[in-house]
């Protein structure tokens, strides 16, 4: 009897030996269900970049690249995003065919520590906005609102930068942004975003997203994220006109009176009759 028992103990550890590390990337309940069966893969889907940008304008969509240059897109987005300077812009879980948000939420399966969790970006406020250097390039600020298991950590704002090479490359990505969610350290959160859909009739920017977390909270995903700003591209319309003039206050209107001289000549009256002199202080 007990060399059967050996023999178990030998064929189960070949089997292990055989079945490389795959065998232990498994949970306790999957090992006691079947000891002997190896643990499926789970590759991410991978960041798709577009081969092609679609614009959106006066409710006509279309191709960039058959009727539109890089500069007209990097002019396009950096008024759009003028626009929505000091505001709050919605993130959204989309789709890449329709341009449709599928949830209000963009989340990814993260660790903190030793515990399972999902990360919840809905928001993000868009602080700051500058031209970079060569016209190519906007400098952005951004404040991402970021929840996990119905917490909020403290997140700093992220630098990011939005690169316009070609009218079917256009990416926004930042250099990582710290976020407290463990108390024995910091998390680190990169996003890279490669646009592929820019509507600017009504201020939405569609793109492939890659966000990944490294530190005491790890993880990562990638999907197809919408950006839906508050306001559109359209409102380039300064205020040229001179506002309405009011009529002055009486104090005002007597202040002049007082101490405007008065002209007894009566021709002087009669042509002049509703001419004063402003008094000026030597």
């Known amino acids: 009897m007990p060399n059967i028992f050996r023999k ?25 269900n079947n000891p002997f069966k190896t643990a499926s893969i789970r590759e991410p889907a991978p960041l798709r970049m577009p081969s092609s940008v679609v614009v959106c304008r006066t409710k006509q969509c279309a191709p960039a690249n058959i009727s539109m240059s890089r500069e007209y897109i990097y002019n396009s987005l950096l008024h759009l995003l003028d626009n929505n300077n000091r ?36 928001s993000v406020n868009i602080t700051d906005i500058s031209i970079a250097k060569g016209n190519k390039s906007l400098n952005l600020v951004l404040n991402y609102n970021v929840t996990y298991n119905g ?47 820019i509507d600017l009739d009504y201020g939405y920017i569609g793109g492939f997203y890659s966000i990944g977390l490294s530190g005491p909270a790890y993880g990562g995903g990638t999907g197809y994220m919408i950006i839906r700003l508050p ?35 009566s021709s002087s009256n009669s042509v002049n009759a509703n001419v004063q002199v402003f008094p000026i202080k030597k």
């Open 231 to 265: 306001k559109d591209a359209y409102p380039l319309n300064p205020d040229l006109t001179a506002p309405a003039q009011h009529n002055t206050s009486t104090a005002g209107q007597n202040y002049i009176n007082a101490t405007t001289p008065q002209i007894n000549n």
């Open 87 to 122: 505001k709050k812009a919605l993130l959204c879980e989309g789709d890449s065919g329709s341009h449709t948000c599928l949830e209000n939420f963009v989340s990814l399966p993260i660790t903190v520590g030793i515990t399972p969790a999902y990360m919840y970006i809905d």
């Open 8 to 32: 178990i103990f030998v064929l189960s550890l070949l089997t292990t030996v055989l079945s490389g590390c795959e065998f232990w990337n498994r949970s306790l309940q999957n090992v006691l």
């Open 151 to 197: 917490q909020s950590p403290d997140c700093k704002p992220a630098k990011t930068l939005l690169y316009v090479k070609n009218v079917n490359n256009i990416v926004m990505e930042d250099g990582g942004y710290m976020c407290n969610m463990t108390t024995i350290g910091q998390t680190m959160i990169k996003t890279l975003f490669a646009i592929d859909y």
